[in-house]
């Protein structure tokens, strides 16, 4: 009883979060969107770094792993979804490409590397396979490149 009613709590506060997110967006300035992206975007490589000293280690510890995989996740949905026109290079402190409104299928395909290389990083912390998750971590890294050199300034 008290179990269901916690679990009850935390899907409330964790839909409402994402209401809340979602009309956080639509009232901040483009300035503000900026600053709220850069933010998301340096939990997706303190979270990436994490990783890539987890791979290092060699020891691959699962929890961790997933703990991280799981920031990645959420940081990314907030960076990727912020990306709202008026935000581009030119505004406040942004290096958003103009490429990326000219040519969305293309930063949505680069984001699909970003989440398939996740799901890799995901399947070795649970298979336990270090040399699986040193891999899908440098696939990780590339797709931040990969995005980067297209869609960034
Ligand atoms: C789908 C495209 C895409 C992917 C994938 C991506 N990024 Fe980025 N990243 C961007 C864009 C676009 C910007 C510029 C955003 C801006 O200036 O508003 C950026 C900016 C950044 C910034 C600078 C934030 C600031 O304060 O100026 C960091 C740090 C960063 N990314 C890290 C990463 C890391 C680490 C990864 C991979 C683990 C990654 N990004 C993956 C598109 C991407």
């Known amino acids: ?13 964790l839909f409402s979060g994402a209401a809340m997110a ?7 300035s483009p300035e503000q969107i900026i600053k709220h992206r850069h933010q998301a975007f340096h939990q997706i490589k303190d979270n990436a770094g994490n990783l ?8 691959v510890d699962q929890t961790k792993a997933k703990e991280y995989v799981a920031a ?3 940081a990314s949905d907030r960076a990727f ?7 581009e290079a030119g505004v ?4 958003a ?15 699909g590397k970003f989440h398939d290389a996740l799901g ?3 399947a070795a912390a649970d298979a336990r396979d270090s040399d699986a998750l040193t891999a899908a971590v440098g696939e990780l890294g590339g797709s931040c490149k990969g995005c980067h050199s297209s869609y960034r300034e």
């Not at 979602?22 to 901040?28: G, I, P, T, V």
């Open 1 to 13: 009883m008290i179990k269901s009613s916690v679990i009850a709590a935390s899907l409330t506060l």
């Open 22 to 28: 979602a009309d956080d967006l639509s009232s901040m």
């Open 52 to 59: 890539r000293s987890l791979a290092k280690s060699g020891a």
């Open 72 to 74: 990645l996740e959420a």
């Open 81 to 87: 979804s912020s990306f709202v026109p008026g935000t």
């Open 92 to 95: 406040a402190d942004s290096e």
């Open 97 to 111: 490409s103009k490429k990326i409104w000219q040519d969305p299928d293309g930063f949505k395909a680069a984001q």
């Open 120 to 122: 890799k990083v995901s």
